[in-house]
Nanobody, 124 residues
Framework: QVQLVESGGGLVQAGGSLRLSCAASGRTFSSYTMGWFRQAPGKEREFVAA????????DYADSAKGRFTISRDNAKNTVYLQMDNLKPEDTAVYSC?????????????????WGQGTQVTVSS
């Protein structure tokens, strides 16, 4: 059974940093793009960042560019999201996901497997 488990969320003051991790199990995802999404209360889930299977290609939402960095360790079947200079508007539940292929995808429907998410709260 495929399982994605996120960790690293928490409460941080504006300007602070957090590093999210997502450990995958049940199969190997080294050939697939992986991504991070977030959902704030009352809002739709939105794309944050994606990374290709090799790590050579990455894409970020405009809101994440220059502040967030996505990376992966295929040997550990784990993807990371380093978040710096956090803002109150970054408050959301962050979820990782595995895409259906090896291209860079930004749409929710292009991801097949999802974790339960980890809460990130940024206070002002």
């Amino acid at each position: 059974q495929v399982q994605l488990v996120e960790s690293g969320g928490g409460l941080v003051q504006a300007g602070g940093s957090l590093r999210l991790s997502c450990a995958a199990s049940g199969r190997t995802f080294s050939s697939y793009t992986m991504g991070w999404f977030r959902q704030a209360p009352g809002k739709e889930r939105e794309f944050v960042a994606a990374i290709s299977w090799s790590g050579a290609y990455r894409d970020y939402a405009d809101s994440a560019k220059g502040r967030f960095t996505i990376s992966r360790d295929n040997a550990k079947n784990t993807v990371y999201l380093q978040m710096d200079n956090l803002k109150p508007e970054d408050t959301a539940v962050y979820s990782c996901a595995v895409a259906r292929g090896s291209r860079i995808y930004t749409g929710v429907r292009e991801y097949d497997y999802w974790g339960q998410g980890t809460q990130v709260t940024v206070s002002s």
